[in-house]
């Protein structure tokens, strides 16, 4: 229904950014990625001062699903700079290690974890040292991702 509404506001008004933003929002959620990636960049278009974090969060988000690494990593860079936090760290990592950049997915799991620790964090900078063959810093990894979550935690 929300696609719906938001079809009907850019009806009546075509440049309006914040109806594209919604609409891509709800995109998201109803998995439709390449329709919200092009109703983000519709809004980005049209009012480059509603392009927020949050926008290209979204808009990252999308094209990761969609294995477009780097175009994730890119709207994720500007959503850091724009807004930093330890989550847009974190899926830029997780797109930096699907195109097998490791040492940049470990680097942004590290200002991650500073940012707010998390047991996912541990445990996604211990596969990124795991494929740079670095176990002695993978098993300290693994063990503070247990520490924080027994869902990391082996048996």
């Given amino acids: ?3 719906e509404e938001f079809d009907k506001a850019i009806d009546l008004d075509p440049n309006y950014a914040v109806a594209y933003n919604g609409r891509g929002y709800a995109y998201n959620k109803a998995g ?19 392009a927020t ?5 979204e808009r990252g988000y999308s094209y990761r699903v969609l294995g477009q690494y780097q175009n994730a990593i890119n709207d994720y ?5 724009a807004e ?3 989550w847009l760290y974190t899926d830029r990592g997780f797109s930096y290690s699907e195109l097998g ?8 799991y590290t200002i991650a974890i500073q940012l707010e620790p998390s047991g996912l964090r541990y445990n996604n900078r211990a596969w990124a040292y795991y494929y740079l063959d ?3 810093k993978m098993e300290a990894d693994d063990a503070a991702a247990c520490s924080l979550d027994s869902q990391y935690c082996s048996d």
């Fill in 1 to 3: 229904m929300a696609i």
């Fill in 32 to 50: 439709q990625y390449q329709n919200a990636i092009n109703d983000f960049t519709m809004a980005v278009q049209l009012d480059s001062d509603y």
């Fill in 53 to 57: 974090a949050w926008l290209y969060n």
């Fill in 77 to 81: 860079t500007i959503a850091i700079q």
């Fill in 84 to 86: 930093p936090s330890a």
């Fill in 101 to 108: 950049q490791y040492q940049n997915a470990i680097n942004d």
């Fill in 134 to 136: 670095e176990f002695t």
